[in-house]
């Protein structure tokens, strides 16, 4: 029988960033400027411990290597990676690369295809989701030019939207949004355009032109997705997108709620409400803000109580 792996997040500071994580989520969060809290993460730049139960006190990677009986996984490393985001300001305009090209260029990095939740966003606020370059040739020339206004794309949205944003897509939070993002395990990152600011010390941040070019996928227009909704005794459950780099769903449960032994070890994330897991005739008191990996082979389990969560597995 395996228990439930509760894990305790890292922060992040960021230019952008701000105190909406503790405002929403009650986190002691430890900078002005906290922009991400890495909820689930093996990755070397910040990793989740373990803050309760027999593993108490690993880190999600030492986890993973030790005991891989508790996950069944073919990946050699943790292969995903659950954030909370406080766009407090403008993200820089991005693109990540795919695994063949991190593979090559970044030193074996997975490449980075992520999603969005909106948590929460301010009145009027976008994003910016693709580009209107026809060719390669037209995507260099305007980049080139500063010409952003005709280049990028911008999407506004609202708390409960969801974006998937495959590797190779242009990309930007925009000011007032707080998202839960699912991704691949990598902090790669390549800088399009900053908006010309410059950080604490009063130096730009360093742009990646070549590569961002090389990576970005062309042509690449915005299109609305649809989703799958299932009702349940007591909830809802939306799958958002299911591929081969992650399958993410919301569970809505409003009572008790039962589910079926995950045939995956699940990544959960309490983004409202409150309640409990029950499993294996143990009880878990949840609240926002909590953040738990199922194992494989935890059996059969319920969540009462009025929660909101975002739910990812391979």
Not at 178 to 201: G, I, M, N, P
Not at 250 to 265: C, H, L, M, R, T
Not at 296 to 303: H, K
């Amino acid at each position: 029988m395996n228990e439930p792996i509760f894990l305790q997040p890292v922060f992040q500071e960021r230019i952008w960033g701000g105190q909406k994580l503790k405002q929403l989520f009650g986190y002691d969060i430890p900078y002005e400027r906290t922009g991400e809290c890495w909820a689930v993460s093996a990755h070397p730049n910040g990793q989740s411990i373990v803050n309760s139960g027999p593993y108490q006190g690993m880190t999600l990677g030492e986890l993973w290597t030790s005991h891989p009986e508790l996950f069944n996984s073919s990946s050699t490393v943790f292969p995903l990676l659950t954030k909370l985001l406080d766009a407090s300001d403008d993200l820089s305009v991005q693109v990540h690369p795919n695994d063949a090209y991190a593979g090559v260029h970044e030193n074996g990095e997975l490449g980075k295809t992520e999603c969005w939740y909106i948590v929460a966003a301010e009145p009027g606020a976008c994003i910016i989701y693709g580009h209107e370059a026809k060719t390669k040739q037209e995507l260099e020339s305007m980049i080139t030019a500063g010409n952003w206004d005709a280049l990028l794309t911008k999407v506004p949205v609202k708390a409960g939207d969801f974006f998937y944003v495959p590797s190779g897509t242009i990309h930007a939070l925009g000011k007032g949004i707080v998202v839960l993002e699912t991704q691949q395990s990598s902090d790669t990152t390549y800088r399009v355009y900053d908006y010309d600011r410059k950080d604490k010390d009063g130096n730009t941040r360093e742009l990646h032109l070549e590569k961002a070019i090389d990576v970005t996928t062309v042509p690449q227009a915005y299109q609305a997705v649809s989703y799958d909704t299932k009702e349940i005794e007591n909830g809802v459950i939306t799958t958002f997108v299911s591929n081969s780099f992650f399958t993410v769903e919301k569970w809505n449960v409003d009572g008790k709620a039962s589910f079926p032994e995950a045939k995956q070890y699940t990544i959960c994330s309490v983004i409202d409400g409150h309640g409990e897991l029950s499993i294996n005739g143990q009880s878990y008191p949840l609240a926002k803000g909590d953040h738990f990996i199922l194992p494989i082979s935890s059996g059969d389990f319920q969540l009462n109580g009025k929660l909101e969560l975002i739910i990812s597995h391979e």
